[in-house]
Nanobody, 121 residues
Framework: QVQLVESGGGSVQAGGSLRLSCAAS????????MAWYRQAPGQERDLVAT???????NYADSVKGRFTISRDNTKNTVHLQMDSLTPGDSAVYYC???????????????WGQGTQVTVSS
């Protein structure tokens, strides 16, 4: 099996920063894309940022210039540095990973349990 464990959520005032981390463990042969999503109460889960194994990153327009995604392929970890936070960034943040468990197996998406981020004005 594969487990993703997030950490680093919490409460911060507007303008502050938080750094989220996610570690993947278990039977892993290769992780292609790792990503962060977020879901606010009553809303759909939205993509925040992605990072490929080769280092290509993409961001939602709402977080460009404020958030930075990074990953360490040697440790199967992904991080999300969040700066200039606003109350609109408040949500549960989820980590995801496209994992291939064997050399010839298919990739499967795994999710973390989520970590709460609350930004107060």
């Amino acid at each position: 099996q594969v487990q993703l464990v997030e950490s680093g959520g919490g409460s911060v005032q507007a303008g502050g920063s938080l750094r989220l981390s996610c570690a993947a463990s278990g039977h892993i042969f290769h992780i292609s894309q790792m990503a962060w999503y977020r879901q606010a109460p009553g809303q759909e889960r939205d993509l925040v940022a992605t990072a490929t194994h080769g280092g290509t990153t993409n961001y939602a327009d709402s977080v460009k210039g404020r958030f930075t995604i990074s990953r360490d392929n040697t440790k199967n970890t992904v991080h999300l540095q969040m700066d200039s936070l606003t109350p609109g960034d408040s949500a549960v943040y989820y980590c995801s990973a496209n994992v291939r468990r064997t050399q010839i197996g298919r990739s499967q998406v795994y999710w973390g349990q989520g970590t709460q981020v609350t930004v107060s004005s």
